[in-house]
């Protein structure tokens, strides 16, 4: 599975962004899909993931209620839309693939994306 993430860019502070990920190859609905990002200076972490057909979600604390992600196995993408935007909302985000049901560590996924960078301005 090739993963292509796009939609970033630059937003003032409350503003929305919707990032995509494109995903080639058949066996896409296979995986569960997660989304990670990384600010500067910070280790990668944990955004959302949700299962091979959309049916269970799970979000870090930090972005529950302002975003969501959800997947198009017609089309074989996934998005997470992201709202309420804050200046700590800054990094680099990455879209990955994962053979396990639904998973928060970034070693259990088996493919990534190039990340697509989101500055939020104050």
């Known amino acids: 599975v090739q993963l292509q993430a796009s939609g970033g860019g630059l937003v003032q502070a409350g503003g929305s962004l919707r990032l995509s990920c494109a995903a080639s190859?058949?066996?896409?609905?296979?995986?569960?899909m997660g989304w990670f990002r990384q600010a500067p200076g910070k280790e990668r972490e944990f955004v959302a993931v949700?299962?091979?057909?959309?049916?269970?979600?799970s979000y870090a604390d930090s972005v529950k209620g302002r975003f969501t992600i959800s997947r198009d196995n017609a089309k074989n993408t996934v998005s997470l839309q992201m709202n309420s935007l804050k200046p700590e909302d800054t990094a680099v985000y990455y879209c990955?693939?994962?053979?396990?049901?639904?998973?928060?560590?970034?070693?259990?996924?088996?493919?990534w994306g190039q990340g697509t960078l989101v500055t939020v301005s104050s």
């Open positions: 990955a693939a994962t053979r396990r049901i639904l998973s928060g560590y970034d070693y259990e996924y088996d493919y």
């Open positions: 190859g058949r066996t896409f609905s296979s995986y569960a």
């Open positions: 949700l299962t091979w057909n959309g049916g269970r979600t």
